[in-house]
């Protein structure tokens, strides 16, 4: 090999790797100005809010709505799923607003707090007899979906895993049998 043939090479190697580099830390992401927020509005987001705050309200520890679980869902709708199921999702939405208003005269945002647990209770049922008849590759319920990300963002929030769970920032030593008392927190 010559050596301008070998500078090449290294050229090329060191180039790469810091082109590459630099396009593996931003992962293909658009720069924050170039960003759309086209698939949910801020008043879907609010709605999503007040169905988790629904589905997890705050009692003596936060509700999933201090946990901000409605841009959670925004973020992970967006970002991760598919575009069947972002879809299935924004239909959902659409859902929850058409039975409010449909079942209470109103929308979701402006009915009492026992009939939003009625409400999303029905959509809770509906969505356990979807999973017993789902087909596989077949897109899940909307409301199990949003059920699953309220769980995942409550709990791996700030609030949801010092306040809602027993957290240990750096456990100090592991110990598999440890006494359990009625009521006691869970562990995270």
């Known amino acids: 090999m010559n050596r301008r043939k070998a500078l090449h090479n290294v050229v090329l190697m060191i180039g790469g790797t810091v082109v590459g580099g630099n396009l593996f830390l931003q992962g293909g992401c658009k720069p924050a100005a170039e960003k759309e927020e086209t698939l949910f509005s801020k ?9 988790a705050e629904t589905i997890l309200p705050k009692t003596n520890t936060p509700g999933a709505k201090e946990a901000q679980v409605g841009s959670f869902m925004v973020l992970m709708v967006s970002d991760c799923y598919s575009p069947a199921d972002q879809e299935v999702f924004k239909e959902g939405i659409r859902q929850v607003e058409k039975a409010s208003s449909k079942e209470f005269g109103k929308g979701f945002m402006k009915i009492k707090p026992e009939d939003r647990l009625s409400l999303l209770n029905g959509f809770d049922k509906a969505q356990q007899e979807h999973q017993k ?11 199990r979906m949003m ?3 309220t769980l995942l963002g409550f ?3 700030k609030p949801g895993a010092t306040e809602a769970l027993r957290y240990v920032a750096v456990p100090g030593r592991y110990d598999g049998c440890v006494d359990y008392n009625k009521g006691d927190r869970a562990w995270l």
């Open 155 to 157: 709990f791996t929030s």
């Open 133 to 143: 008849a789902r087909k596989d590759g077949e897109p899940a319920h909307f409301f």
């Open 43 to 51: 008043d879907d987001e609010k709605l999503l809010d007040e169905i």
């Open 147 to 149: 059920k699953e990300l």
